[in-house]
């Protein structure tokens, strides 16, 4: 069993960067691929990034590659994702999610997920 609770969502402006937070319960979180994924009202979620378990193997959206950078702190069972040069069209709930496997895109590679976390990106 995992437990994940995001943080660090906000109002911004377009421009602007945020880090939004992702804690987890586990003892055995290092062994977990972390990813994030964002939905906006009306729409899928979709993947935002991954940082994986194994070697450190990181993947990133088309939409935000270049702009956001994840990162993960297992003494602190934290990832987080670093958003810069935000845009209105990055405004949504963001999830983080875990998953056993070694990595991967799709939503049905993860097994736990968050509560989320808005993100709102103004002009």
């Known amino acids: 069993q995992v437990q994940l609770v995001e943080s660090g969502g906000g109002l911004v402006q377009a421009g602007d960067s945020l880090r939004v937070s992702c804690a987890a319960s586990?003892?055995?979180?290092?062994?977990?691929?972390m990813g994030w994924f964002r939905q906006a009202p009306g729409k899928e979620r979709e993947f935002v990034a991954y940082i994986s378990w194994g070697v450190g193997r990181i993947r990133y959206a088309d939409s935000v590659k270049g702009r956001f950078t994840i990162t993960r702190d297992n003494a602190k069972n934290t990832v987080y994702l670093q958003m810069n040069s935000l845009k209105p069209e990055d405004t949504a709930v963001y999830y983080c999610?875990?998953?056993?496997?070694?990595?991967?895109?799709?939503?049905?590679?993860?097994?736990?997920w968050g509560q989320g976390t808005q993100v709102t990106v103004s002009t």
């Open positions: 999610a875990a998953g056993t496997s070694y990595g991967g895109t799709s939503l049905t590679m993860y097994d736990y």
């Open positions: 586990g003892r055995t979180f290092s062994n977990y691929t």
